[in-house]
């Protein structure tokens, strides 16, 4: 079979369907890269916006330019647009498209949970735009402190939105998470072990698994809050029990993790980026990877320096701002490393190059300020002021965007094909850094003369004016910029000539496809020894157009890529992909009848909605199929491989390993709640609370010993343990008062629930259907 017949039927196999239909049908990752991209580029305009409003609200003293209802929604949903709806979104959708083709495979571990992830990010982002756009948008700020978002302080809709809305789009980034943990173990190209993977995927793998053990507790107290302000469960009010800074401790556990979680994309696109701009190596790979690791791990030690003026301990104090200050040692690492490789290649002044120069000087400013207010003397005195609006600025913008735009101009011409032609970009470019700098840079400075963060107005004469007046100015000339930015990418993909394959001169396995790349992007898998396989066999797009690499011949009519062992990358197993589909868009859209059902208290609609997606996700795994044995089967290069629905440990096992990940976080973030709550909250337990007999005790006993027998004993003895726990569940229930009296007996509800959605499972085997991820 020659080149082009191998292309034209490798077309038929993986494309998506034609015309609209195909938006929403597609589970190939290119497209729905794409998609992410596109979806989330929008929400930046959108709260981009929303940040224009802020400046010109604030651009002069008593400005009746917004009333304090709407400003409060509108800084709310700035915050919470760019954190939620763009940053993270952002770069799934580049490692939804791009993890793949580093890689060296032709799609992601599970492509109908990449669809449903993408829906669930649509239709949650839609409801969170309708409430701005209805006047109904959260107001309490992006990290909805109680009493101000309890019902206490806010009593309408407005905090539902942002509870159940942000819950419903973090699924998409769990699902994401998954996505990337199992592709990047199992789904590399033949040979490349771990420690020959492009740079970007180790990044990749670091943040996917911050984000399966940061956003459970986020999930958490979103879900307590809400359960406060539905049915009146008292975790966060003192006079019943509860604490409100419960919700700060939660939120922050999965807030400062999330800096990081922003942060180590954008590193790993500069890791990529800086040596081919550089024409060198990247300098200390292995330093470079420890250290992301590094930080990943520090990032989860630091959540109270938020708190420093909450009223903590002295020692924790003390602790928390060392470890504050120590993350700053893996971060330099990787800095200085990025400085080595400049300093040892020649560096060209592309607009990438320009937007890595851009991120270094805005970083390292935003850096050194977190170091400051990392001092818990310093911190006292800034708390609370626009120079932690400027700080955190300096970091996310400086930190993330800038980043990001150096990698979309790096990869546009693999997106699109076409070499940049008009040179907007420029332009662009430095209207957004001396924008942006006038207008953050100058905040530090009216945070130290007291000016308050999140506030609608203030009166003149406290030196703020002039202030205020140049950064607001500053502010529409950096939107000008990024509005160029969008122009540019536009008419560069529409207008500009045709590019090489490789513009750059990378060594990645990206550029071993042409350009924009087809939906299988591997005509067939490399055989891999190296880093840049590029560099080490320049003739290596021909061999693979050629079909001289593994699975090169489509006879089998079917979607198929290769999984490999983790540590020592040999080929194990063939993966069949599903076709094109409408499930997950339904099963999205049937998950987000459950969150609008409690968004508007029709909660006749959640158990409904509840055994709609109960029913999608059993068509799911049912059009899985059971297919008859098919032995070994050839895939090249005089290799023959079972498929993975033959084999012990199938991709799908994999994709479940990490889901109780998150799951045991959650639960982890559930116990430390009911810790915290013990330890600090008045009348903890009441005077009245559950105590369970022997006769609980003994049903709890039998039925965990039940349970827990295994499959040898018998699937049924299996069930009757579990019914018996389920029953004990529900008898304890009725043993605690009302969930509404004291926050103890809320707690008690919550973890018996947790307990009923939970029921055990005998061990003792392991399921080739236990995660239906394909």
Known sequence: MNALRRHRALTRIWASDPGWKGWFTTVNHTDLGRMFLATAAFFFVVGGILAMLIRAQLATPRSAFLGPEHYNQIFTMHGTIMMFLFAIPFFEGLAVYLLPKLLGTRDLAFPRLTAYGFWCYVFGGAMMIFALLAGIAPDSGWFMYPPLSSTLGAPGINPDFWLIGITFVEISAISAAVEITVTVLRYRAPGMRLSQMPIFAWYALVTAVMILTGFPPLILGSILLELERAFGMPFFQVAAGGDALLWQHLFWLFGHPEVYIIFLPAAGAISTILPVMARTRLMGYGWIVAAAVSLAVLSFGLWVHHMFTTGIPHMGLAFFSAASTLVAVPTAVQIFAWIGTLATGSPRLHLPMLWLLAFFATFVIGGLTGVMVAIVPFDWQVHDTYFIVAHLHYVLVGGFVFPMLAALYYWMPHFTGRRTYFKLGTTAFWLVFTGFHGTFLLLHWAGLLGMRRRIDSFEPGQGWELINLIASVSGFVMAIGFALVLVDVVVNAMVAIRGSRDPWGAGTLEWAMPTPSAAYNFASLPQVSSRDPLYDTPDLPAQLARGEGYLGDPARNRRETLAIDVASAEPRQIVVFPGNTLLPIWMAAITGLFFLG?????????????????????????????????????????????????????????????????????????????????????????????????????????????????????????????????????????????????????????????????????????????????
């Open 598 to 774: 409690m968004l508007l208290k029709t909660y006749w609609l959640v158990p409904i909605s509840a055994v709609g997606v109960i029913t999608c996700a059993l068509i799911w795994v049912w059009s899985l199929g059971r297919r008859r044995p098919e032995g070994r089967l050839p895939v090249g290069r005089g290799l023959s491989l079972a498929t993975a629905a033959e084999a012990a440990d199938p991709p799908g096992w994999w994709g479940s390993l990490f889901l109780l990940l998150a799951d045991g976080t959650f639960f982890g973030a559930l116990l430390f709640g009911y810790a915290f709550l013990w330890t600090v909250a008045p009348n903890w337990p009441p005077p009245a609370y559950a105590e369970p007999g022997p006769a609980l005790l003994l049903l709890v006993a039998l039925g965990a010993g039940l349970a827990l027998a295994g499959p040898r004993a018998g699937h049924w003895v299996v069930a009757v343990g579990s019914l018996l726990l389920g029953a004990a569940g529900i008898a304890a229930l009725f043993l605690v008062p009302d969930p509404s009296a004291h926050a103890y007996d809320a707690t008690v509800w919550v973890l018996v629930g947790y307990g009923l959605l939970h029921p055990p499972e005998g061990g003792g085997h392991r399921r080739a259907t236990s995660f239906p991820g394909n």
